[in-house]
C-alpha cells in the first residue's frame, strides 16, 4: 500500500490566490482528517470526515477555508483567499473504523503564502 | 472531554543511555493511548498503541510504552537510545466513543552522539 498520499508537497502562492491541497487515504479507511501544523499552535484539526461525510468541521478557521471528499479515494482542502498566516504544513490522515485503530498521515504540503 | 498533556518541550540524551519522553491524559472513560514520532520534514508515523491489556506496550524501533491508570500516564521509553532517535514525538489519546484523537504539543527528543 502506498500510504496516504498527499499533493503538493510545497506551494508558494501570493496573498489572495486560491490554494487547493490534495488527499488520497488509504483504500478501505472509513475516516479522514485533515490537520494543520504551525509552530505555534502545534498540530490542530481542521475537519474530518466518517464514509466521505464531513462530521466536525469546527476546527476550520473561517469561510476561507473548504473541504470535500466527493469519493472514498479523494479529498480536498481549498483556501480562498490565501493569507500569509496560512502559512503553515497541511496534513491529511486516514485511519480504519474504530477509536482503536491509529492514525496513517501523509507526508505533509508546506503551504507559503507571501 | 479528553486532553493530553507532554509536560517537556525538549529531552536530551546520551546515545546508549536510556529515554524517557513523558505523557499524561485526562479521559472521561478508558482511554486508548498512542505514541507518534515525526521526522523532519515528515508527516506522523505511529510508533504504538494502548488498548486494553497488558500496561507494557512495545512498538517500532525498540520503543516501549508503560499504561499507568493510577497516575493517568503513558511514557515513553527505550533502553538504549540512538542518534538516528532524534525527533518530535506526539503522545494522542481517544475517549471510549470519540473518533477524535486529541494530541499533546510534543516533544522534541535530541540524542547526543
Known amino acids: 500500500d502506498a500510504g496516504v498520499i498527499q499533493s503538493p508537497r510545497h506551494e508558494v502562492t501570493e496573498m489572495g490566490q486560491e490554494v487547493t491541497l490534495r488527499c488520497k487515504p488509504i483504500?478501505?479507511?472509513?475516516?479522514l482528517f485533515w490537520y494543520r501544523q504551525t509552530m505555534m499552535r502545534g498540530l490542530e484539526l481542521l475537519i474530518y470526515?466518517?464514509?466521505?461525510?464531513?462530521?466536525?468541521d469546527s476546527g476550520m478557521p473561517e469561510d476561507r477555508f473548504s473541504a470535500k471528499m466527493p469519493n472514498a479515494s479523494f479529498s480536498t482542502l481549498k483556501i480562498q483567499p490565501s493569507e500569509p498566516r496560512d502559512s503553515a504544513v497541511y496534513f491529511c490522515?486516514?485511519?480504519?473504523?474504530?477509536?482503536?485503530?491509529?492514525?496513517?498521515f501523509g507526508e505533509g504540503s508546506r503551504l507559503t503564502v507571501l | 472531554a479528553q486532553s493530553v498533556a507532554q509536560p517537556e518541550d525538549q529531552v536530551n540524551v546520551a546515545e546508549g543511555n536510556p529515554l524517557t519522553v513523558k505523557c499524561t491524559y485526562s479521559?472521561?472513560?478508558?482511554?486508548?493511548l498512542f505514541w507518534y514520532v515525526q521526522y523532519p520534514n515528515r508527516g506522523l508515523q505511529f510508533l504504538l498503541k494502548?488498548?486494553?491489556?497488558?500496561?507494557l506496550v512495545k512498538g517500532s524501533y525498540g520503543f516501549e510504552a508503560e499504561f499507568n491508570k493510577s497516575q493517568t500516564s503513558f511514557h515513553l521509553k527505550k533502553p538504549s537510545a540512538l542518534v538516528s532517535d532524534s525527533a518530535l514525538y506526539f503522545c494522542a489519546v481517544r475517549d471510549l466513543g470519540s473518533y477524535i484523537p486529541t494530541f499533546g504539543r510534543g516533544t522534541s527528543l535530541i540524542v547526543h552522539p
Open positions: 494502548y488498548i486494553t491489556g497488558d500496561n
Open positions: 470526515f466518517n464514509n466521505n461525510v464531513p462530521i466536525d
Open positions: 479521559v472521561s472513560g478508558n482511554p486508548y
Open positions: 483504500s478501505g479507511h472509513d475516516y
Open positions: 490522515a486516514s485511519s480504519p473504523t474504530g477509536e482503536e485503530g491509529e492514525l496513517f
